[in-house]
């Protein structure tokens, strides 16, 4: 617990994607969520809105003081008592029942005894299939024969993004059993690349890092901006943005940097689910940045992020839909 560095600077406030949103009037911010809830407030006194944040790591990266205020926040989350949100309610269901956050569509399972495993989340399995079919094409195409498991079930990260613990270990301690038979996992999703290396203990290679140094090209014509991952810039490396846009532009895609390409889609913490209607607000927010700026569309590394915005109207590619390799 860190709490008693906080100087009171209000730069976390400001950083907040969701208490600047005009959706986000009742999320009491991450100063009282992070610091002043665990030291001072009745625990659970915040209620169900302390879990209005996406878990976007921008407080934390505003914080001059170092407060590790995401970590703070996930730990009040877990101690919160009550029912649960009904979209939450939902996932945890689909979790108790089929091991997946939401149903599964993909059905193109390989399972070949490889000793690397493409693990590509919850939605890249159910809601966006098209988006683990391009990716296991391209680890193909670059020489890294793989399965994909169907034993493999949720990471659990959003299970902990809701404070369902006990849950989120059970899946923990099943998919360390699949993961023992592979020497390398590779994800597409940075929330699970977060949960694998922070929580589990095994070093998980996003995509990005995958294709970093590999010859590839791209048939995308016209401008496209780029959507950074908060899970992967804020919480796992500050190089993600320059990367993703180094070897989009190496592919010979034309690429727009812009100032928010790294503010949050609103998709993450469990926001999708528990409160859709910030978490829409957030995207179109986004989408209409990218609209102004005139791009094609908008290329990201997450399959939250594709979701979120593709649901406002934006054209959205994953890296993994947006190159191919270099013949
Ligand atoms: S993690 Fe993001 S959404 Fe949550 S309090 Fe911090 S800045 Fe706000
Ligand atoms: S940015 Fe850090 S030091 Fe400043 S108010 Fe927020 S938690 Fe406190």
């Known amino acids: 617990m860190n709490e008693g560095r906080c100087v009171k600077c209000g730069s976390c406030l400001r950083a907040c994607p969701v208490l600047n949103d005009p959706s986000g009037t009742q999320f009491p911010g991450p100063r009282t969520v992070g610091v002043d809830a665990p030291r001072f407030l009745e625990k659970g006194s915040v209620g169900q809105n302390a879990l209005r944040c996406t878990m976007c ?9 170092g407060m590790t205020l995401t970590r703070s926040m996930l730990q009040l989350r877990s101690e919160l008592s009550g029912d649960l949100l009904p979209g939450h309610r939902r996932m945890v269901g689909n979790v108790a029942s089929f091991g997946r956050t939401v149903a599964t569509e993909f059905n193109g399972w390989r399972e070949e005894g490889e000793r690397v495993l493409y693990f590509p989340g919850c ?19 670059l020489g890294i024969a793989h399965d994909i498991s169907r034993e493999a079930l949720c990471c659990g990260s959003p299970l902990l993004k809701i ?11 099943r998919n360390a059993e699949v993961f023992s038979r592979y020497d390398r996992i590779i994800t597409s999703c940075p929330g699970c690349t977060y ?22 090209r791209s048939n995308l014509e016209g401008r496209w901006a780029l959507q950074v ?22 592919a010979g895609v034309d690429v727009v940097r812009m100032p928010e390409e ?15 209607e910030t978490s829409g607000s957030l995207a179109r927010g ?29 054209r959205v590619l994953d890296i993994g839909e947006a190159i191919t390799l270099k013949h």
């Open 57 to 65: 790591h921008a407080c934390e990266w505003a914080c001059p003081s």
């Open 123 to 141: 939605i890249g399995l159910g809601r966006l299939t098209g988006l683990t079919e391009s990716v296991s094409s391209l680890l193909t195409s």
């Open 163 to 173: 404070g369902v613990t006990e849950l989120a270990e059970d899946l923990r301690r």
């Open 195 to 216: 949960q694998l290396r922070e929580v589990y203990g095994v070093e998980a290679e996003h995509i990005i890092e995958v294709l970093r140094g590999s010859d590839l």
């Open 229 to 250: 991952p908060c899970h992967l810039k804020r919480g796992l490396s500050p190089w993600t943005a320059d990367d993703l846009a180094a070897i989009l532009g190496k």
């Open 262 to 276: 790294d503010s949050c889609c609103g998709g993450g913490g469990g926001m999708l689910s528990g409160f859709p």
């Open 286 to 314: 986004k989408v209409e940045i990218y609209r102004r700026a005139g791009v094609e569309g908008v290329i990201t590394a997450c399959p939250f992020c594709s979701l979120n915005l593709g649901r406002e109207g934006a």
